[in-house]
């Protein structure tokens, strides 16, 4: 690879495999090589090599302009080795550090209004999920979540598009597993002690989606509902906490105890049982999985779900209240 016009050729190499190259082609800026006996290679998005410059070179820091994503859902990695390797669904985000960081380091992704809707910092990667298969995607194992580097040297982060998940204890934390952004601009801001850079990029629609009749503001649509159902979520996962922390306490009264262990019984489902009915923090993460199950405009059903829910949600809310406020325990 060569910056200067052919005055001096470096290597590029990377994980390739010595062997003759048949043929070389940049196709939808992605290189991709032919081998011989070694099948294809590609290298994703060399967007990065076409923007280095002897200033970016030669920065402390420097922020990349990344390409337009498209919103796509699959899983990347095969099930054995020998399984062809997917570039991550998401959006590219790369980077450069060429000395030391000094102070805090921190990406953000904000959308067009500017408002944040996810905060990455080094080591703040989680175990991997598991197998599954996204809509017109492979089936394969998800990678695990893209780490944000502060070592010196090029760095690449792929955000999912996804949005912070809901909070509650079978979720773990806010951090993964929300809803796909919906297409439109957004911006990458990193930060690194007192610098710091802003690119604004683009999510496109599955243009295959797009063929089927699917419009942006149907996806923009699916994300507010979705949106709506992960906060029923957190809502409904806050609430049974509340429960079991009042049922927790040693000084409850039988009569709250009772109606303590009904409210409980109503959000969660029962654990010792073969067929259980799911209860309503189940049914909000059904409802969730269904609604974004796939690249389209909530159906009737949805909202009718969605506000059944909600009210369930809130009457066990008003009970919970009741019975605390009554045994002066809220």
Same mark, same amino acid.
């Given at each position: 690879?060569?910056?200067? +016009?052919?005055?001096?050729?470096?290597?590029?190499?990377?994980?390739?495999?010595?062997?003759?190259?048949? $043929?070389?082609?940049?196709?939808?800026?992605?290189?991709?090589? =032919?081998?011989?006996? /070694? =099948?294809?290679?590609?290298?994703?998005?060399?967007?990065?090599?076409? #923007?280095?410059?002897?200033?970016? %070179?030669?920065?402390?820091?420097?922020?990349?302009?990344?390409?337009?994503?498209?919103?796509?859902?699959?899983?990347?990695?095969?099930?054995?080795?020998?399984?062809?390797?997917?570039?991550?669904?998401? @959006?590219?985000?790369?980077? @450069?550090?060429? +000395?030391?960081?000094?102070?805090?380091?921190?990406? &953000?992704?904000?959308?067009?209004?500017?408002? @944040?809707?996810?905060?990455?910092?080094? $080591?703040?990667?989680?175990?991997? &999920?598991? !197998?599954?298969?996204?809509?017109?995607?492979?089936?394969? %194992? /998800?990678?695990?979540?893209?780490?944000? &580097?502060?070592?010196?040297?090029?760095?690449?982060?792929?955000?999912?598009?996804?949005?912070?998940?809901?909070?509650?204890?079978?979720?773990?934390?806010? $951090?993964?597993?929300?809803?796909?952004?919906?297409?439109?601009?957004?911006?990458?801001?990193?930060?690194?002690? $007192?610098?710091?850079? !802003?690119?604004?990029?683009?999510?496109?629609?599955?243009?295959?989606?797009?063929?089927?009749?699917?419009?942006?503001?149907?996806?923009?649509? #699916?994300?507010?509902?979705?949106? &709506?159902?992960?906060?029923?979520?957190?809502?409904?996962?806050?609430?049974?906490?509340?429960?079991?922390?009042?049922?927790?306490?040693?000084?409850?009264?039988?009569?709250?105890?009772?109606?303590? /262990?009904?409210?409980?019984?109503?959000?969660?489902? !029962?654990?010792?049982? !073969?067929?259980?009915?799911?209860?309503?923090?189940?049914?909000?993460?059904?409802? =969730?999985?269904?609604?974004?199950?796939?690249?389209?405009?909530?159906? +009737?059903?949805?909202?009718?779900?969605? %506000?059944? *829910?909600?009210?369930?949600?809130? /009457?066990?809310?008003?009970? *919970?209240?009741? %019975?605390?406020?009554?045994?002066?325990?809220?």
């Amino acid at each position: 690879v060569l910056f200067d +016009g052919g005055g001096r050729w470096q290597p590029f190499q990377q994980n390739l495999p010595i062997t003759p190259i048949t $043929d070389i082609k940049v196709h939808r800026q992605d290189l991709v090589l =032919s081998t011989m006996g /070694r =099948s294809f290679w590609i290298l994703d998005n060399v967007t990065p090599l076409h #923007q280095m410059t002897a200033t970016v %070179a030669g920065a402390r820091y420097h922020l990349f302009q990344p390409r337009t994503a498209y919103r796509m859902q699959y899983g990347s990695s095969g099930r054995s080795p020998s399984d062809p390797e997917y570039p991550p669904p998401g @959006v590219m985000i790369d980077y @450069v550090i060429s +000395g030391s960081v000094g102070g805090t380091m921190r990406l &953000e992704i904000l959308d067009r209004s500017g408002s @944040v809707i996810r905060t990455f910092v080094p $080591d703040s990667a989680r175990p991997a &999920e598991g !197998a599954g298969q996204g809509m017109r995607g492979p089936f394969g %194992a /998800r990678r695990p979540p893209a780490r944000l &580097e502060r070592a010196v040297g090029m760095h690449r982060f792929v955000w999912d598009m996804r949005y912070p998940g809901p909070l509650g204890p079978r979720t773990g934390n806010a $951090d993964r597993g929300g809803p796909v952004a919906a297409p439109g601009q957004y911006q990458a801001r990193l930060t690194i002690g $007192d610098w710091s850079a !802003a690119r604004t990029f683009e999510i496109a629609i599955d243009p295959r989606v797009a063929a089927d009749g699917v419009s942006e503001q149907d996806l923009v649509e #699916q994300l507010r509902v979705a949106l &709506e159902v992960r906060d029923l979520m957190s809502e409904a996962a806050a609430t049974l906490s509340r429960v079991r922390t009042a049922l927790s306490a040693a000084d409850v009264s039988a009569g709250t105890r009772e109606t303590l /262990r009904a409210l409980d019984a109503e959000l969660a489902t !029962a654990a010792d049982m !073969a067929y259980p009915q799911p209860m309503l923090v189940d049914q909000i993460r059904y409802l =969730s999985g269904m609604l974004s199950r796939a690249d389209q405009a909530p159906g +009737g059903e949805a909202y009718q779900r969605l %506000a059944e *829910l909600s009210v369930w949600h809130a /009457r066990i809310v008003t009970r *919970l209240d009741a %019975a605390l406020g009554a045994a002066g325990e809220r």
